[in-house]
């Protein structure tokens, strides 16, 4: 991408599109477009083909989406997947209208067969039965990520796809039931030691094998690849690395300075078993996470202690 090309960054204030737009900025990209959700709903076809039409944007990261956690995705499957199929399908076809030069489209590891094959490769995608919890949110992202495919057979289009694994840092959802793992356990243990609790419970056995990337390692993956990347098969994201949701929930009590016990209520779902991306691609392709999961940790307690979420219940 040249340095003064037309960038547009769609859901540039989320967690993922923000951490975008800072490396973008640090590596010195000056003409970023955004547009807030007042200014323009994704969801909208005719508001999208007007925006694409007047902008004309040469690349686009394609960093919007409706996210969630497990309850979350149980009670609205509906939403999940009517939200971001129509928002990525409106993006993408649009760009193609308009000669966009390079969309970089951002998806998500549960895109991947609840038993798929550990650590999982890219070639695993529809294989088997997706998880069930969040099966409407997976099903959505492989539409965005075929259709992108089916652009570049079709039409001889140069769009990628990037599937990182679970995902925090700065600008995280820290919502009291809505939010992921690793900020909903950050938000937990802040309240628990804040109140005095001399015991914290979380969900499940603490079993299940999770793997972190810090979204601001992400977002360095992502301009990594619209500049050394072409291909229909997607691109994992993730550091090769897991542990265990016991072991998780320890580390941040650790990082939080939590000292109580922790109990497991395993009337709770534990969701997959085991989530390990297969990180070679990334890995061939030059490219390798900086943040140790620890480190991260610290970071993202930083950032919800200045989190407006902070007031919420």
């Not at 209208?97 to 970089?104: D, M």
């Not at 265990?244 to 209520?265: N, Q, S």
């Not at 691609?281 to 407006?308: N, V």
């Amino acid at each position: 991408m040249e340095k003064n090309a037309r960038i547009y960054v769609a859901g540039h204030k989320g967690m993922v599109g923000s951490a975008i737009m800072r490396e973008l900025k640090r590596q010195g990209y000056t003409n970023l477009i955004t547009k807030s959700h007042k200014e323009l709903d994704l969801c909208r076809q005719n508001e999208v083909e007007k925006f694409f039409a007047e902008e004309k944007p040469e690349y686009v990261f394609l960093a919007a989406a409706k996210v969630g956690g497990i309850v979350a995705n149980s009670e609205a499957p509906a939403d999940f997947m009517w939200v971001n199929m129509t928002l990525e399908m409106n993006v993408i076809h649009s760009a193609w209208q308009n000669s966009c030069k390079k969309l970089e489209f951002l998806g998500s590891s549960c895109i991947y067969p609840r038993l798929a094959p550990q650590p999982m490769p890219e070639s695993c995608l529809l294989t088997s039965a997706l998880e069930e919890t969040n099966e409407a949110y997976a099903l959505a992202k492989i539409s965005g990520l075929k259709y992108c495919s089916y652009l570049n057979r079709q039409y001889g289009t140069d769009y990628i796809s990037v599937m990182p694994t679970n995902l925090y840092g700065p600008g995280d959802n820290y919502h009291p039931t809505n939010s992921h793992v690793l900020p909903a356990l950050i938000r937990r243990f802040h309240e628990a030691k804040e109140s005095g609790y001399k015991s914290v419970t979380c969900w499940g056995d603490g079993s299940p094998l999770r793997e972190f990337l810090y979204v601001d390692d992400l977002a360095n993956l992502c301009v990594f690849l619209m500049n050394h990347y072409s291909g229909d098969e997607t691109v994992n994201a993730g550091t090769g690395k897991e542990l265990t949701i016991k072991e998780l929930t320890e580390l941040v009590a650790k990082v939080i300075g939590y000292e109580g016990e922790i109990l497991w209520d395993t009337s709770r779902p534990n969701g997959t078993p085991r989530k390990l991306l297969d990180v070679s691609k990334a890995g061939k392709l030059g490219w390798k996470y900086k943040t140790e999961l620890e480190e991260g940790i610290r970071l993202s307690y930083e950032d919800f202690l200045h989190s407006p979420m902070r007031a919420e219940r």
